[in-house]
């Protein structure tokens, strides 16, 4: 089990980034968060196997219709695994 906070800047907020974030990383069984952060970007902690991870970072870089992703900058973290992936 691993985990990574991804930061993701652009066009991101008010386009249901968060949801559908949330949709994929459920699909995906990972365990996390999606929040907006006061300076426009979106905060995502994801959470589980490696090759989901990877698979949600890709789709984290070109998010859903209506966003435009400038940039994703991830990083692994060592955090308490949340047991469900939540928006905020």
């Known amino acids: 089990m691993e985990c990574r906070r991804c930061l993701v800047s652009g066009r991101v907020q008010g386009v249901f980034f968060r949801a559908s974030t949330r949709q994929q990383a459920i699909a995906l069984g990972l365990t996390g968060y999606a929040r907006n952060l006061p300076d426009g970007r979106v ?29 994703v900058q991830c990083e692994k973290v060592d955090v308490t695994v949340p047991p469900d992936f939540s928006t905020t």
Not at 58 to 65: D, I, M, N, S, T
């Open 43 to 71: 905060e995502v902690l994801a959470c589980g196997d490696e090759s989901a991870l990877q698979i949600l970072q890709a789709w984290l870089k070109q998010g859903p219709v209506g966003a435009t992703v400038n940039g």
